[in-house]
């Protein structure tokens, strides 16, 4: 019994601290994640910009995957032909799908980031819940970066 509890108390602490387990649902991620995809995120890393991580949507309070684009003190602006520009430059990615502004959205473009925010987006960007939907989140939203992604379609 003493064995079971101390194992118990160990996986609760890192799946607390270290590692978090996610579900996604949806395809505003396709083709790096997709509907139905288990993901393990590592919640000790620092932030990059190009990581997918998983955060806390403040509009909604649901779990929400989205790619990070820009990390404090940035000025986004969205072309009318589908660009992104970081302070005026179109950063080097490998997303397929143009970047629109979100209809409805209260952000809007130019955008000026804080010191400490992080503005996500998701790579499928024709729309989505993301941050032209609710603005730059802090690190505190951000739940983990997504290390692992297991395919579950067809189970």
Known sequence: M???????VILIVVFTFVLGVHIHHGNRMYPFIM???????????PYRVGDAVAYRNPQTGEVGISRIVAIGENELEITEIGELLINGYVPSESVFYPTRE???????????????????????REN???????????EDDLLGKVVYVLRRRGI
């Open 128 to 138: 989505g819940s993301d941050s032209r939907a609710f603005g730059e989140l802090t």
């Open 35 to 45: 509907d139905g995809d288990l993901l393990i995120t590592y919640k000790l890393d």
């Open 102 to 124: 979100l209809e409805g959205s209260e952000v809007s473009f130019p955008y000026k980031m804080g010191t400490t925010g992080y503005f996500l987006l998701d790579d499928q």
């Open 2 to 8: 003493i064995k079971l509890s101390v194992v118990a």
